[in-house]
């Protein structure tokens, strides 16, 4: 079962302990392609699919990586999806 704290970690990340420096390169026409149709569908089955997409962009973040490849909960305003898709 997943905790409100699962929620807040899916939205906020890993703050307030480190931020995630994020490089417009990662933002490739795919990640953003899969990254937007989550948002919309609110359907996070691809996140494993989308840290495919962004480690072939060239993200080397664990932390990205690892949160997209991880059970979740995945909700929209995600900080992944987010980060891709470049909402503040």
Not at 21 to 40: F, I
Not at 63 to 69: E, K
Request: hydrophobic residues 40%; negative net charge.
């Amino acid at each position: 079962m997943k905790t409100r704290r699962d929620l807040l970690h899916d939205v906020l990340g890993p703050l307030p302990f480190r931020s995630v420096a994020s490089s417009p390169e990662w933002r490739t026409s795919t990640a953003v392609a899969l990254a937007q149709g989550m948002y919309e569908s609110r359907d996070f089955g691809a996140m494993p699919i989308l840290a495919d997409a962004l480690q072939d962009a060239g993200c080397d973040s664990d932390d990205v990586l690892n949160h997209c490849r991880g059970p979740g909960p995945h909700v929209r305003g995600c900080w992944v999806v987010d980060l891709v898709l470049d909402k503040q």
